[in-house]
């Protein structure tokens, strides 16, 4: 056991998520979605009426508060702290802002050795994780036996983002990087991993049951380039943390397998592009599939997206266990009853 978890009050280990993680099939299918708040529910829009979405990040109150409502609304079998996968490099006290409708801009890019040795001299230890530990403290409270999922950016993902300075399609500086100086690369990407690692020990301390490494842009990598420049920076994140782990990235069919982490990852996340019954082929039965209902199918009418989860969830049934999810976040022009449709048929 870790310091802090017998501050508040455990989730029950039969918990359905939990069991999944486990790799038990539950009576029922654990359900929960990624972007829970997602912009798309009215009490979150509300809510952060006026606030930055970094400082509501940092606000514990307010982001226990959203990191709670989708719960209430949906009945789903999770939370998932309410965060931002900048927030740690906010925290090391990296100059970051998140435009509207542009996402994470950085005021000094990481794209030399020196920029490498500048934001690397920041001991990851030194971050005041107090704003997050006080909103998990609040969060688990109020959930009782319904566990709550952490939160982290995995190295990749907020490399690619430090070394473009801001939104990239391809990520051409950071995947460029990794080859005309893998020195600088694999110091950068360690010290990402360290962050992230930092971030997810400070939710797990307060209370968190589980955790998730969100890797949405490691799509862009070759297989080759996944294997010898990220996955072991993305292991170390998560290995030994104590907990299980949930492992998720966005176009990663090419290299699924390694998403495994080597075994450190309990749960793999599956984007909506393939079918959960061939990703539970590659695999294998010594991991839960998460996933992945289509987001576009959040805008059809309710009998065709209830045929799409109900195929999901046969497919789910390859795998030793499986957690509903979406194959990504959830669009903020979303229906908030599709959401909690989905949840009572998954239940039912």
């Known amino acids: 056991m870790c310091a802090g978890w017998e501050d508040g009050p455990m989730p029950s280990p039969h918990a359905p998520l939990l069991r999944a993680l486990a790799g038990d099939r539950p009576e029922q299918t654990p359900v929960w979605f ?33 990191t709670l409502q989708p719960v209430r609304r949906h009945k789903v079998d999770a939370a998932v702290f309410f965060s931002d996968i900048v927030i740690p490099l906010r925290l090391a006290g990296v100059d970051v802002v998140i435009e509207p409708g542009r996402g994470p801009v950085f005021a000094e890019p990481v794209r030399t050795a020196a920029d490498v040795d500048r934001i690397t001299a920041i001991d990851p230890n030194d971050l005041d994780t107090t704003a997050i530990t006080d909103a998990v403290r609040i969060v688990t409270a109020e959930l009782g036996d319904t566990p709550l999922i952490g939160f982290a950016g995995a190295p990749f993902t907020l490399a690619a983002y430090l070394v473009e300075g801001g939104p990239s399609k391809e990520h051409l500086r950071a995947r460029a990087m990794m080859h005309t100086d893998p020195d600088a690369w694999d ?35 070759s297989p080759a380039d996944y294997r010898a420049h990220v996955a072991p920076h993305s292991k170390a994140a998560v290995e030994g943390l104590g907990l299980p782990v949930i492992h998720f990235g966005v176009g990663t069919g090419p290299f699924l397998r390694d998403m495994r982490l080597d075994g450190a990852a309990s749960a793999v996340g599956v984007d909506w592009r393939q079918p959960l019954d061939e990703a539970a082929g590659i695999l294998g039965q010594g991991v839960t599939v998460q996933g992945n209902i289509d987001p576009a199918m959040l805008q059809a009418p309710w009998p065709i997206l209830e045929a799409h989860v109900r195929d999901v969830l046969e497919r789910g049934r390859a795998a030793r266990a499986h957690i509903l999810n979406l194959g990504h976040g959830v669009p903020p022009e979303t229906d908030p009853d599709q959401l909690t449709r989905i949840v009572e048929l998954a239940h039912s």
């Open 187 to 221: 110091r950068l990407a360690g010290w990402l991993s360290r962050v992230s690692r930092r971030f997810l020990e400070a939710q797990r301390d307060a209370g968190a049951a589980t955790v998730q490494l969100f890797d949405s842009w490691a799509g862009s990598l």
């Open 34 to 66: 990624m972007r829970q708040a997602g912009r798309s529910l009215p009490e979150y829009r509300e809510l952060r009426v006026g606030t930055r979405m970094l400082d509501a990040c940092l606000t514990p109150d307010l982001a226990a508060e959203i």
